[in-house]
T-cell receptor, first 108, second 114 residues
């Protein structure tokens, strides 16, 4: 089966840094995705990790440790527009298995 | 480049009815997947279509069925609707190739079953 865990909610201040952790136990693994989803909108692709280590893309970075079944998404220099749900998803063959999502609220 | 478009955006049905949801894939993509997202949950994989054939299926009953057309557009059909089918249905297209298979999602069709 698939088990993907991430915190339900996080709150941070504008300009700060927030780290969203994701742990997974899945029957297969071809890579790990992070998606951002604003309320009422489509999930949009943020990052993809297939090898261990850190992938940096502007204000967003994602880390993967396959041996620990662990990933995190790091959001730096938070802006109000970053308030959204962040979805961790494991890629296995033809499908993505998603966590329940972490709602990040950015306060002024 | 157009993204993934879905229709209708919202609809209300009653228990036992049937519904058809439609999706137009992003230009250049050859694969379409459907996901169900209940309120406060992550998307759950329903099935994927490639070259007009079902390429994989999640843990959903046979009353969930789909089609992919030669122009890579797709339909999701749900028969004998149940209250628990109320959810956001997301269509996602991608291009199968080696490496990351990044899904591009549509904004979804929100189905309410009364």
């Amino acid at each position: 089966g698939q088990n993907i865990d991430q915190p339900t909610e996080m709150t941070a201040t504008e300009g700060a840094i927030v780290q969203i952790n994701c742990t997974y136990q899945t029957s297969g693994f071809n890579g790990l995705f992070w998606y951002q989803q604003h309320a009422g909108e489509a999930p949009t692709f943020l990052s993809y990790n297939v090898l261990d280590g850190l992938e940096e893309k502007g204000r967003f970075s994602s880390f993967l440790s396959r041996s620990k079944g662990y990933s995190y998404l790091l959001l730096k220099e938070l802006q109000m527009k970053d308030s959204a749900s962040y979805l961790c998803a494991v890629h296995n063959d033809y499908k993505l298995s998603f966590g329940a999502g972490t709602t990040v609220t950015v306060r002024a | 480049e157009t993204g993934v478009t879905q229709s209708p955006t919202h609809l209300i049905k009653t228990r036992g009815q049937q519904v058809t949801l439609r999706c137009s894939s992003q230009s250049g993509h050859n694969t379409v997947s459907w996901y169900q997202q209940a309120l406060g949950q992550g998307p759950q994989f329903i099935f994927q279509y490639y070259r007009e054939e079902e390429n994989g299926r999640g843990n959903f009953p046979p009353r969930f069925s789909g089609l992919q057309f030669p122009n890579y557009s797709s339909e999701l059909n749900v028969n004998a609707l149940e209250l628990d089918d109320s959810a956001l249905y997301l269509c996602a297209s991608s291009l199968i190739r080696s490496g990351a298979n990044v899904l591009t999602f549509g904004a979804g069709s929100r189905l309410t079953v009364l």
